[in-house]
């Protein structure tokens, strides 16, 4: 609670407690405080990511949201990127990526956290769930988003298993005790993906992002060594790349299109309605993972205050 709702929340007492009986007090003060709580509370989103700019790809869209709605959005990359480049690698890689990172971080009004290890060498061993256990709770979570480990980079797969072996065990005190456990699991959501094997990505709960689109490709643009230079580079793409920055914006908005699946489509007419689906042009979806709380309809729509806004 803010101080100055606290004031006000104590002159509501001094001023009704000459005039009301106790317990019509204790009804205002119990409504009062709930109402309270609710207006204040903030949301604490993490997003992980193998690499400096997996979070973003995935969620930066609803991370924008958040953000914009005053909740917490932090990015966490588990390696600093050293391999992702073809003419570059190692600690001189690693610092322009770190830079990057926080650059995609101050566009998305997120925090943006890269760990030291390796890129091209992530394993889900038990330091590094440590890790993610940490600052799952530093974060004080509600929300945990991440890759599914079903993915063609090993380092993606592998931060889909830390995560999972990191769900349930944030609320055990004997387990990181050097940080104090959650109270509750957070929810752990899946990131869309479109691997089908060994069964393909259901979507549990899907933001509209149509209206954050663009923001969502200037934060990726901040990885220029990724998008403007090694992911091209991947796929014979070096030559088409843009000098401009407006029109590399634009060639990325393109590029990174997403079609919204009929899957999708039916979650955002879940959530939204059919009339407000129908015109949504890009979405985020998300899988529920069974690890962590299982969320009713109602609590999503707490956590998620952009579906109904
Ligand atoms: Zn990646």
Not at 91 to 99: F, P, V
Not at 190 to 204: E, I, L, M, R, V
């Amino acid at each position: 609670m803010g101080s100055g709702k606290y004031e006000a929340y104590i002159n509501c007492i001094i001023i009704n407690i000459n005039n009301m009986k106790i317990s019509g007090l204790l009804i205002i003060l119990l409504l009062f405080g709930s109402f309270g709580f609710s207006q204040d509370k903030k949301i604490n989103v993490v997003v992980f990511g193998a690499h400096p700019d997996d979070p973003d790809a995935d969620a930066a869209g609803t991370a924008i949201k958040f953000a914009n709605m005053g909740h917490n959005v932090l990015f966490v990359a588990l390696t600093n990127g050293d391999a992702g480049h073809y003419e570059m690698g190692g600690g001189y890689l690693a610092k322009i990526r770190r830079a990057e990172a926080e650059e995609a971080g101050r566009r998305a009004g997120a925090k943006y956290v890269v760990l030291d290890n390796h890129d091209g060498e992530l394993m889900p061993t038990l330091n590094v769930r440590l890790d993610v256990i940490r600052l799952i709770r530093d974060w004080n979570a509600d929300i945990v988003i991440g890759p599914r480990p079903n993915d063609y980079h090993p380092d993606h797969r592998n931060c889909g298993i830390l995560l999972q072996d990191a769900a349930y065990m944030v609320i055990v005190p004997n387990v990181a005790p050097d940080t104090p456990p959650l109270k509750k699991n957070p929810i752990f959501l899946y990131a869309q993906d479109f691997f089908q094997k060994p069964n393909p990505f259901t979507p549990d709960i899907t933001i509209d992002i149509s209206d954050t689109y663009r923001q969502k490709i200037s934060v990726m643009a901040a990885h220029e060594s990724q998008h403007f230079e090694w992911l091209p580079w991947t796929s014979g793409r070096l030559d088409e790349i843009p000098e401009d920055p407006e029109e590399r914006i634009d060639y990325l908005a393109k590029y990174r299109f997403i079609n919204i699946t009929p899957e999708v489509r039916a979650s955002l007419e879940k959530w939204y309605g059919e009339e407000k689906a129908s015109k949504v042009t890009q979405a985020e979806a998300f899988e529920i993972c069974e690890y962590g709380r299982r969320p009713s309809d109602e609590e999503i729509r707490k956590l998620f205050p952009m579906i109904s806004d």
